[in-house]
């Protein structure tokens, strides 16, 4: 290995991987001896490309695998059976997956099967039900078990892996989001004009995507959305829709031409970190959301029963709120209403790391290999 360059392939495809991964393949890349290889599966194409254009990287190998309204099925074994070909011909020395993705999960098992070193980048995140978050669970539990480098954002995702019984390669490096936002926060500036925000207005950001969300208890969070504005003059709701179908063909027939409400499309990430920044409340069932958040001071509503991410419940910046009408509304009602309450929320502190998430993991890869 002292004679020639390592070769690590980050394999990544959605919006949230990219955001994650995206810092940390600029750091590899200035390390003279690492031979960095990019290749996305374009699980999502549109959502992808606008991050990968924002970082400036231009993927080496793109399997482009998208398709509308796709399954599980479809798209794992066309991961599977394209990545087994790049992984084949490149043959890598370690590959880098992110998360929880189908993209994340298969790759994994992918890399495994060719016998390639595994590095798990967010390791240890767990709700301990299979169920909830659907299938990002099982994806994560397959992904640690392969891996043989796991960088966990926090002190409990370690402990979440120690627990099932791995002993080795489990490093605590704080989360690579908190490199992205910090990128984006000290770089780049965006005024926001063309969503035609009310600034007299206190904003309440909505996202919503996930699987077990889809159908009644996405009605019931827009429900929600329609009371608050209607019991509210001085708020205003923007909900920068994910492309998923299913997302939009609840969303629509509820909450379309409802004053105060604005349905918009996804935002680039520059727009939406300075969104989120100008944020009174954010209500989310994102994960990355939920670490952005607590970092800029905003409190967040989180739209699930349950969550991988307990630090920032444990540290207030975050709560619970599932999919509720009425437990949504009330709660967002009280922050409104309530300066002492909204004031302890917002000045929580951030636990998912310094910024220097991408450092911390580039050095380990090298002490790894020397
Ligand atoms: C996926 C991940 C989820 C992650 C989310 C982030 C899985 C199983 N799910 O869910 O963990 O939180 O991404 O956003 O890996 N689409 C487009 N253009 C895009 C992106 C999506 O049109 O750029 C549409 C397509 O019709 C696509 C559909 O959305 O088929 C669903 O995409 P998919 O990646 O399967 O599921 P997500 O809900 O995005
Ligand atoms: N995000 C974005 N534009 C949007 C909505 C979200 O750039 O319109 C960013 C957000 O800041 C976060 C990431 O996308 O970093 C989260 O993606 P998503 O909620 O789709 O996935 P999850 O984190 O739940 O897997």
Redesign the pocket.
């Known amino acids: 290995m002292k004679d020639r360059k390592i070769k690590i392939a980050l394999v990544f495809g ?3 991987e990219a955001i994650k991964m995206c810092p940390l393949v600029k750091k590899l890349k200035q390390n003279p001896k690492f031979d960095v290889l990019t290749i996305v599966t374009a ?6 490309d606008s991050v990968l254009e924002l970082f400036d990287i231009v993927p080496d190998y793109d399997l482009n695998l ?5 399954n ?1 099925w479809n ?1 794992s074994s066309d991961i599977l059976l394209e990545t087994k070909k790049v992984f084949e011909k490149e043959n890598p020395d370690l590959i880098l997956v992110h998360g ?4 994340a999960g298969i790759s994994a098992l992918s890399a495994f099967y060719s016998r390639i070193k595994i590095g798990h980048v967010e390791a240890g995140l767990r709700t301990f039900d299979k169920n909830y ?1 659907f ?2 669970e099982i ?1 994560r539990v397959i992904v640690d078990s392969v891996s043989d480098l796991m960088f966990c954002p926090t002190d409990k995702a370690c402990e979440n892996i120690e627990k099932s019984g791995i002993k080795k390669g489990i490093y605590k490096t704080g989360n690579t989001v908190i490199d992205a936002l910090m990128y984006v926060i000290e770089n780049k500036n965006d005024e926001l004009e063309y969503i035609n925000l009310n600034l007299n207005l206190k904003t309440i950001l909505l996202t919503s ?3 077990e969300n889809f159908g009644k208890p996405l009605e019931n969070i827009c429900k929600a959305i329609k009371k608050l504005v209607e019991q509210n003059k001085d708020i205003e709701v923007v909900y920068p829709m ?5 997302v939009r063909n609840t969303v629509k027939p509820i909450l379309e031409g409802i004053e105060r409400v604005k349905l918009i499309e996804p935002l680039d990430y520059v727009p939406f970190c300075n969104l989120m920044k100008k944020s009174h409340i954010i209500l989310t069932d ?2 990355g959301v939920q670490e952005e958040a607590p970092a800029l001071g905003v409190p967040v509503l989180v739209l699930r029963d349950e969550t991988e991410r307990p630090e920032a419940l444990e540290y207030g910046g975050v709560k619970l709120v599932g999919c509720d009408e009425e437990k949504i509304t009330s709660t967002v009602q009280k922050l409104l209403d309530n300066k002492e309450e909204y004031d302890k929320m917002s000045k929580a502190i951030n636990p998912y790391g310094d910024g220097h998430a991408c450092e911390y993991i580039e050095k380990i890869i090298e002490e790894y290999f020397s």
Do not use: V, W
Not at 66 to 70: A, E, F
Not at 100 to 103: F, V
């Open positions: 959605t919006r949230p699980q999502h194409r549109q959502m992808l998208m398709k509308t309204n796709q599980l798209l929880d993705t189908t993209t978050p299938p990002e994806n995507h996930r699987r994910h492309l998923n179908p299913n994102s994960g």
